[in-house]
């Protein structure tokens, strides 16, 4: 057997984005309600993500795919579901927030994020938006055509809705019911402290992370307790680990998504829809990080 | 068993000092590409039938359909006994395949990435086809890991994607799998004719059997609820693919073609710009499904 070819060539993939300017702007109290909305709703869709890793673990539940995938599409179809105004916001702003953050820190897409567990940033906010228009072309299409999804593939977005809510209903359908034995949940909010400190009360002034706890109580039938709990990690992260049952959300990711948004404002109207954002290969917004797109060989 | 990369590249060097001996590395280059384009035609089936077992069995897929393809593809061919030598450089050339195709397209226009595509990246199905490999047989693919710039971590990480995804496409096939007195329906394997400049395409799929060889392990694995046709066939675009409502999978002689001269062009290198005979610009998805 031989090795692979690739030795010689030097050129590897790589994509390089212009990195937002993240200075700290001035805001009025609407903005900063917008902005915690924004990080709240992230904050949403990052546990409704964890809650699937937790799902595949718990149930065993067979993943053809990436898990990581797996778990976005988890948290996508759980939102749709719920089909009221404040989900359609939650799915929007988190396709946003991967855009934001793929543009803060995916400026250059290295070899590592090729080969990772996760699909890189911008493919989660378009996989977000695909099963958006997807699941109801007329209600979503709008926000498809701000992230410049050609018609051909909003029109093939349906199949990849059909397949995540054929498998999640065939999975999950019997568990996700009103009739389970519940599950426990314990929620721990823990002092966050210093500059953190409103980040976290925001955070748990959100009740995010008290509805997701309610929903796996009431929804689904895990045999094992979970512990929910909220602290300062040292990084902006949200965690299942299936060693402790727990699942863990980062004071440091809410402070995250709403530093991202801070700095997106001057940008934008404080709308929450995301402008345009072209395919996120010219994810130039006019007025404010003059992001470009160049080739590195 | 082939030359490396390295060596292809030598043999052309040396090949330059005298006209017989070019004339000779001109033929092996040719029966290289051939065998290129085939390592990626048998890929290219396995992939297909990874969507046809979803379809025709109602398997739930949580992440990307294309994903799973491809990772099915692979653990079929890693648990190609038959020839160890041919399977591995099957993967291998089928991962490559996926590589220069990313670093062509990279090349033309860095527009041509598909965020938004139900597949991959061709670079990140490259990547994730030898994360499998490495995973699943460290001791075989390390040097194919490594030639990827995979650091260890990466690699060891993989033993878990490889036995994830292993887990899980056992764990849903299993309710369908053949017995003895127990097996599906028949799959029909058909070769329509090729255009002129392809017909050698055809006779080497047809001659190494590998839409034949595909159908034969899918039969002998997996019971079909109905019958289904593997059709090879000339075809507009480079591409294969399912297709639910027709109960087929169809491979294309085109996509043979532009495998064949993607080696020729942009692996070796050396072949003159004539050779190749259709410019599809599809640089991602070789391979879809319906």
């Known amino acids: 057997m031989r090795a692979s070819r690739i030795r010689l060539v030097l050129v590897l993939l790589a994509v390089i984005l212009g990195a937002g300017s993240v200075a700290a702007q001035p805001t009025s109290k609407a903005q900063r309600a917008t902005i915690n909305r924004f990080a709240a709703n992230n904050s949403l869709f990052v546990l409704y993500h964890e809650i699937g890793h937790m799902l595949v673990h718990q149930l065993n539940l067979p993943v053809l795919g990436k898990e990581e995938d797996a778990a976005d599409n988890m948290a996508t179809w759980t939102l749709l579901r719920k089909g009221t105004p404040e989900a359609d916001q939650a799915l929007a702003d988190a396709a946003y927030g991967w855009l934001l953050s793929g543009q803060a820190y995916n400026d250059t897409i290295k070899d590592e994020d090729l080969y990772g567990n996760h699909s890189l940033d911008r493919q989660r906010a378009f996989q977000i938006v695909c099963l958006m228009v997807g699941s109801n072309e007329s209600a979503f299409r709008p926000i498809a055509n701000e992230y410049a999804i050609d018609s051909d593939r909003q029109g093939s977005c349906a199949d990849d809705y059909y397949t995540v809510n054929r498998s999640l209903e065939g999975l999950l359908g019997s568990r996700a019911g009103k009739n389970g034995h519940g599950t426990k949940v314990t929620v721990t909010y823990h002092d966050a402290g210093g500059q953190l400190k409103k980040a976290a009360d925001a955070f748990r002034a959100s009740g995010v992370f008290d509805q997701v706890a309610e929903e796996v109580r009431a929804n689904y039938s895990i045999s094992t307790p979970l512990k929910f709990n909220a602290e300062r990690c040292g990084e902006a992260n949200a965690f299942y680990d299936p060693d402790n049952d727990e699942v863990i959300f980062c004071y440091e990711l809410m402070q995250d998504y709403i530093d991202l948004y801070s700095a997106d404002i001057p940008a934008s109207d404080v709308s929450a829809e995301p402008r345009a954002t072209g395919t996120g290969k010219s994810k130039n917004a006019p007025t404010s990080t003059g992001t470009s797109v160049s080739q590195k060989n | ?290």
């Open chain 2, 1 to 290: 068993m082939k030359f490396t990369r390295a060596a292809a590249a030598a043999l052309i060097c040396c090949g330059l000092l005298g006209t017989s001996a070019f004339a000779q590395d001109d033929e092996q280059v040719a029966a290289d590409a051939m065998d290129f384009a085939m390592h990626d035609a048998e890929y290219t089936m396995y992939h297909e039938i990874g969507h046809l077992l979803v379809n025709e069995l109602d398997l739930p897929v949580l992440g990307k359909e294309e994903d799973a393809a491809d990772a099915l593809a692979v653990i079929l061919m890693l648990n190609d006994t038959a020839d160890l030598d041919e399977s591995a450089n099957a993967l291998i050339d089928s991962a490559d395949g996926w590589y220069f195709n990313a670093v062509k397209a990279d090349r033309a226009t860095v527009e041509d990435l598909s965020y938004y595509d139900s597949h991959s990246l061709d670079i990140q199905r490259a990547y994730a086809m030898v994360c499998m490999m490495v995973g699943a047989k460290p001791e075989d693919y390390k040097e194919t890991a490594d030639a990827y710039d995979m650091d260890a971590d990466g690699q060891a990480e993989c033993s878990y994607t490889y036995s994830d995804a292993e887990r899980a496409w056992n764990k849903l096939l299993e309710p369908f799998l053949a017995t003895e007195g127990h097996t599906g329906e028949a799959i029909t394997v058909v070769y329509e004719d090729a255009a002129p400049g392809f017909e050698q395409y055809k006779d080497e799929l047809q001659s190494r059997a590998i839409l034949d060889n595909a159908a034969a392990l899918v039969s002998a694995k997996f019971v079909l609820p109905r019958p289904i046709t593997f059709l090879g066939t000339q075809c507009d675009t480079a591409n294969a693919w399912y297709s639910n409502s027709d109960a087929q999978i169809t491979y294309c002689y085109t996509l043979t073609g532009d495998m064949h001269d993607l080696y020729v062009n942009d692996i070796i290198g050396s072949g003159d710009e004539g050779t190749s005979e259709e410019d599809t610009g599809e640089s991602d998805g070789a391979e879809e499904s319906e």
